[in-house]
């Protein structure tokens, strides 16, 4: 389950186009943060995505994914042209495909390697779905299938698109608009495919009710929109990171945890014990987008709520990250390491996690302030104090890590209480061959 949100120009501070997401998925599906250079390619070059092979074209752009490790897609990136994307997950009455297709991370990435802006963007997910349909197993130890709808943002527009099998619906946003793991269109939409032109009611007709109605994206949905309503004219990059890491009305308590209850979800998501909790903010993405260049921040680590946020520019390349994560624990993996602290936080969140997002904040605050430098300077001229700033952020932020996760290893083991929950962790840790102490 995820959360996807924007603000197109009149709603931000500074004019900008600003998107986030919570990419949520299986507690151990490690999402690395990848770099895709421009590519040209022969002609009659083909091109092989998570399941079926597509014709390449004869040049790619410059992408910046996050992406779970296993798929080829993503579920959120931005391009060298300022195209940002996140999809979500919609459960829709269309019938599956016996054969695999196209996930609707591969279409993802495909629009963002191929377009130059929203509309080229749209293009080329509907001309691809027409061709190969969506179909194809998106779980990671579970077989999971399903639909996309998506946000679709450039320096100057945003769109939704939600799409029923190979049918799609696209509408313009106006302000700011969020999307959830349902569909949301009904019969305010500005073009569609043949079999959903004339709707009514493409929410109501065509979702799935149980699936749409367990994942709990109405109220997400709800909260994202209403919060971005009540700052719409001077929305920030702070504003949208605080929502990606909001955990609803109940999580402003200090004496709020993620291990109480067997239902619901919120737009920061933490795994649980049964079958209804079973995603966990794997990756977040707020994309700051201007027609000068585009600042990225990405966490390249799961639950948001106690990771900061790096910038990242398309045309400084990445700091060394370590090896690519996959499902077995490793330290020397950034998201991997990062799940030591995460873990630890969570054998007792509501006494642990305060001191952790005050070091955070302090670090994100920092680095707001120093990007504020090249807001309008993202030329050759700045692009190696840049890439210094990015290398940096990545260093405090795993030096902070280290030190707030020696501290937690120093203090008594917190109370035993929430069996459930912390048999779904052990569970989780047991999977990934990870060792317990914290």
Not at 25 to 48: K, S
């Amino acid at each position: 389950m995820c959360d996807t949100f924007v603000a197109v120009n009149e709603a931000t501070a500074d004019g900008s186009v600003i998107l986030g997401k919570n990419s949520d998925r299986e507690p151990n599906e490690a999402q690395p943060i990848v770099r895709v250079p421009a590519t040209e390619f022969a002609p009659d070059c083909e091109l092989r995505t998570t399941y079926v092979t597509v014709p390449q074209v004869r040049r790619t752009r410059t992408v910046l994914l996050s992406k779970p490790y296993w798929i080829w897609g993503a579920e959120m990136g931005v391009n060298d042209a300022g195209v940002a994307i996140g999809n979500e997950a919609v459960f829709t009455k269309a019938k599956r495909e016996a054969d695999p297709g196209l996930l609707g991370m591969d279409l993802l990435r495909l629009a963002l390697e191929r377009a130059g802006d929203a509309e080229e963007a749209v293009a080329v997910i509907t001309d691809m779905l027409a061709t190969y349909g969506q179909a194809g197993n998106a779980g990671h130890t579970a077989d999971m299938q399903y639909d996309n709808s998506y946000l679709i943002a450039d320096p100057s527009r945003a769109v939704v698109l939600e799409t029923v099998g190979r049918e799609w619906a696209v509408s313009r946003v106006d302000g700011t608009r969020s999307i959830s793991n349902g569909l949301t269109l009904r019969g305010d939409f500005d073009a569609a495919s043949a079999g959903l032109q004339g709707a009514k009611d493409i929410a109501g007709e065509h979702s799935d009710f149980l699936y749409t109605r367990f994942s709990d994206s109405a109220k997400r949905q709800c909260r994202t929109r209403d919060a971005l309503a009540a700052v719409a004219g001077g929305i920030r990059v702070a504003d949208a990171m605080a929502l990606l890491r909001d955990h609803g009305e109940g999580g402003q308590k200090p004496s709020w945890t993620p291990a109480a209850g067997l239902f619901g979800q919120t737009v920061c998501a933490h795994a649980g014990f049964g079958p209804v909790r079973v995603s966990q903010s794997t990756g977040s993405l707020v994309a700051q987008l201007r027609p000068e260049g585009s600042t990225v921040w990405l966490t390249g680590t799961s639950a948001p709520c106690l990771s900061v946020f790096k910038p990242i520019w398309m045309d400084t390349g990445l700091p060394d990250l370590g090896p690519e994560p996959d499902k077995y624990y490793d330290s020397s993996s950034l998201w991997w390491r990062h799940e030591d602290l995460h873990r630890a936080v969570l054998s007792d969140y509501a006494n642990r996690a305060a001191t952790l997002r005050e070091r955070i904040a302090a670090i994100e605050e920092e680095l707001q302030t120093q990007t504020t430098v090249f807001a309008d300077a993202y030329g050759p001229d700045t692009r190696a104090e840049r890439a210094a700033l990015t290398a940096r952020a990545f260093a405090v932020a795993a030096r902070a890590e280290r030190e707030a996760l020696a501290q937690l290893r120093q203090r008594p083991a917190p109370p035993r209480r929430h069996l459930l929950y912390r048999r779904a962790w052990a569970g989780f840790d047991k999977a990934a061959q990870r060792g317990t102490e914290s």
